[in-house]
């Protein structure tokens, strides 16, 4: 008997069956860990690994391309907040008796770096990526929100706000740019991915205080009465 091919025969089972634990255990939290992280090279890390154990090969092509549009434009830059700052500051400066071509060129431009283009090949994959993507974010920026001092700052520095002025300003944010925003333009259905995901991640977030988005949304804007 071959002893030493015997052994060479054993480690190789042995890799194999290290191999497929390794592959199970990745499944058993992918996309779950994906989803949970916030630093983009980590998020690249996973999704690599994930397509490298030939997981959800069509999705993973799909995220791919949204992480590089995402991060891979400029070292450092998550395109996806900058945007979504970048539509807040739009939604206080757009007022519904005047959109100059200057505003709609912008818009587009803000839009197209969430990807919504994307959207015009009406794949359902790419729109339920997109929309877990936009979630991730949105996530992501809330919990800057919540800990960022100068966000939750009162005039003159004079203390902070309290949680649920907090809660109160994220929902405005929301509102304005999701529902203010496209009124101004009345071109709805470019931001309607937004308006899920908003009202999805914030209720995920705040899920005691969903009601205040959803007032905002029902009421023209207009806070429920404390």
């Known amino acids: 008997m071959d002893f030493t ?13 290290r ?8 499944a058993l939290k992918w996309p779950d860990d994906y989803y949970k992280e916030t630093d983009a090279k980590k998020r690249r890390t996973l999704l690599s690994q994930a397509m490298e154990q030939g997981l959800e090969p069509q999705e993973n ?6 992480w590089e549009r ?3 434009r400029k070292e450092g830059v998550d395109e996806f907040l900058a945007s979504w700052i970048n539509l807040i500051y739009f939604a206080n400066v757009v007022k519904k008796d005047r959109i100059s071509i200057w505003h709609r ?4 431009q803000i839009m197209r770096s969430l990807c919504v ?9 790419v729109r339920e990526l997109l929309y ?3 979630c991730h974010m949105l996530d992501f920026y809330m919990d800057i929100c919540k800990t960022d001092k100068k966000y939750s700052g009162l005039i003159l520095g004079l203390g902070s706000m309290s949680k649920d002025r907090v809660r109160e300003k994220i929902a405005l944010e929301f509102y304005h740019v999701c529902y203010h925003v496209p009124s101004a333009f ?12 908003a009202l999805d991640a914030y209720s995920a977030k705040f899920p005691g205080h969903a009601h205040i988005l959803r007032h905002l949304i029902d009421h023209n804007g207009e806070l429920p009465a404390q």
Request: no cysteine; net charge negative.
């Open 5 to 17: 091919k015997l052994k060479e025969q054993q480690k190789a089972r042995e890799e194999e069956i």
């Open 19 to 26: 191999k497929e634990n390794e592959k199970e255990s990745i």
């Open 61 to 66: 092509k799909i995220r791919m391309d949204l």
């Open 70 to 72: 995402r991060y891979g």
């Open 105 to 108: 060129k912008e818009k587009d």
């Open 117 to 125: 283009d994307m959207l015009e090949e009406g794949d359902e994959k």
């Open 132 to 134: 877990l993507e936009i």
């Open 186 to 197: 009345t071109q709805l259905e470019s931001f309607q991915i937004l308006r899920r995901s």
